[in-house]
């Protein structure tokens, strides 16, 4: 690790290798810049036990229409998001385009469903309402004590796990850095680059902090409003190869929340509890106990299945549910989380507009509502950065600098932010 700290300062440090950190790092790469990924385990977090359910639409909430309409971007940019990677690295991403399924069991369960679907035809959103018969002629494995559903034909899946494993693969050799980031390093008032825990420097004109739930409290930066929401998921699979089910089904069963989403040729991600606990979650008998009990209510061959893991992961939390995208109070210090129940959905736009920024030294429209001012009392921007900024901005470590200009080394040509 000494002699990557030793070499210079790369363009962009990003903290966090799940599919965020990935994500932006792949992108950035494309644009010309440098960039490390410092993680000792990438994508061991949030991304590992994602759904991976991309379900603007069946996801959309009253109150979240900036996030419904961010969603709605960031999804209609998967196809040639996964295209492109695809064909970079070879790598299947397992994205399913069979749509989403929302059913209900009781009176009040339909009621439920009916008030979304007002919402959805307010918005002007693809859903269509189904009988119980048109729900299990789409799906047939469903059961027949359901009472009705709700069809996101344009709501999709990925295998978030795949998509994870392929953003890395695209990533140049040298870009992994399997170290703990400890700390940002701060010198003259500005993000300079990241301490690990070796206790050595990783330096960056700029550092992406996309750590997830553990993105809070990161030492020598200003706090962000991030808290982890805890969640068990459980894995299946069917004993004879089939395919449980096509297409990812949400159900209400009694006012209880479950979804099931198919993978690969005969599995199905069980999910989730959704447990504010702090760090302290577990996988617990009875949060298994509960997300089995719905699910092969709603899916009565799930019973016959084998049950292939359980696990909790921590969703990254923020107090209206969106990301926090963008430039934060301390110069050469960009956030990239908070994703909460959406990070496999927001990769493609998360990862466009954090590059955008990186490049360019602007936050593009699509991202500018969800920057970090949205929760403080500042009036002035922090989508924008004007060229004086910019160029004051940019970093040469200070014991590097009679060394690169001796060398004769071009400055970068990256605004830093």
């Given amino acids: 690790m000494s002699g990557q700290a030793e070499s210079g300062p790369v363009d962009v440090v990003i903290a966090g290798g799940g599919l965020i950190g990935a994500g932006i790092a792949w992108r950035a790469i494309h644009r010309g810049l440098t960039v490390r990924v410092v993680d000792p385990d990438p994508g061991s977090g949030a991304s590992y036990a994602a759904g991976g359910m991309l379900a603007p639409v069946s996801e959309a909430s009253y109150g979240e229409d900036r996030l419904l309409r961010l969603g709605q971007e960031s999804l209609r940019r998967y196809p040639a998001f996964v295209a492109e990677l695809e064909a970079a690295t070879g790598h299947d991403v397992g994205l399913r385009t069979t749509g989403t399924l929302m059913v209900g069991f009781d009176a009040d369960d339909m009621r439920a469903l009916d008030d979304l679907h007002r919402y959805h035809r307010e918005l002007g959103l693809p859903a269509q309402r189904l009988t119980p018969g048109e729900a299990r002629r789409l799906e047939p494995g469903l059961t027949p004590r359901l009472r009705g559903a709700v069809h996101a034909a344009s709501d999709y899946s990925v295998d978030g796990r795949a998509l994870h494993a392929a953003l890395l693969a695209a990533l140049p050799e040298q870009t992994l850095v399997r170290e703990r980031v400890t700390a940002v390093a701060v010198q003259n008032g500005r993000a300079v680059g990241v301490t690990l825990a070796d206790g050595s420097m990783l330096h960056g004109r700029t550092v992406v902090v996309a750590l997830g739930a553990a993105s809070a409290d990161l030492p020598g930066a200003p706090a962000l409003p991030v808290r982890p929401v ?18 990812t089904v949400r159900a209400l069963v009694r006012g209880r929340h479950v979804y099931l989403v198919p993978i690969g040729a005969n599995g199905m991600i069980i999910g989730a509890t959704s447990e504010e606990k702090g760090w302290h979650s577990r996988v617990t008998v009875g949060g298994v106990f509960e997300l089995l009990r719905d699910a092969t209510e709603v899916l009565p061959a799930l019973a016959e299945a084998e049950l292939t893991e359980t696990l909790v992961r921590f969703r990254p939390g923020t107090p209206d549910n969106a990301p926090i995208l963008g430039p934060t109070p301390l110069p050469g ?27 360019t030294g602007e936050l593009p429209a699509v991202a500018a509502e969800f920057t970090i001012a949205r929760f403080t009392a500042q009036e002035s921007s922090a989508a924008r950065f004007t060229a004086q900024e910019s160029s004051a901005a940019r970093f040469t470590a200070p014991e590097e600098q009679d060394s690169a200009a001796g060398a004769g080394r071009p400055a970068s040509q990256m605004p830093a932010v």
């Fill in 230 to 247: 805890g969640g068990q998921i459980l894995r299946a699979r069917s004993l004879d190869g089939e395919p449980l089910a096509e297409r």
């Fill in 333 to 359: 210090l960009v956030a990239a989380t908070g994703h909460h129940r959406n990070g496999v959905l927001l990769t493609p736009v998360t990862a466009d507009a954090i590059a955008e920024l990186l490049v």
